[in-house]
């Protein structure tokens, strides 16, 4: 894996994390019995993005390592991935 594609991986996997770990812990205004004149009661009392940012990094970090281990050592390949769903394999030799 180039360098390149390792940093797309690390993108890729903290994004996801992100996504994930975004709506942890997020209390409404309208839960909170405290709705700001012209906001949107659903919206957040207090986001905690930088906790969130770093709890983000943190595991993104640790899926990403195991991620690349998985793709970098050949423990799991696309051919296994297709037998896995049932998908037919060629086999590479001539017809």
Do not use: H
Request: net charge negative; charged share 15%; proline share 6%.
């Amino acid at each position: 894996m180039n360098p390149f594609s390792a940093f797309v991986m690390y993108l890729i996997v903290w994004w996801l994390t992100l996504f994930m770990i975004l709506p942890i812990g997020v209390r409404g205004q309208a839960e909170e019995n405290d709705i700001v004149e012209g906001s949107e009661p659903g919206a957040p009392v207090n986001s905690d993005m930088w906790r969130k940012i770093k709890l983000t990094t943190i595991i993104g970090t640790i899926l990403w390592v195991i991620v690349c281990t998985i793709i970098i050592t050949g423990i799991f390949n696309w051919d296994d991935l297709a037998r896995l769903m049932g998908v037919p394999v060629d086999s590479g030799g001539p017809s």
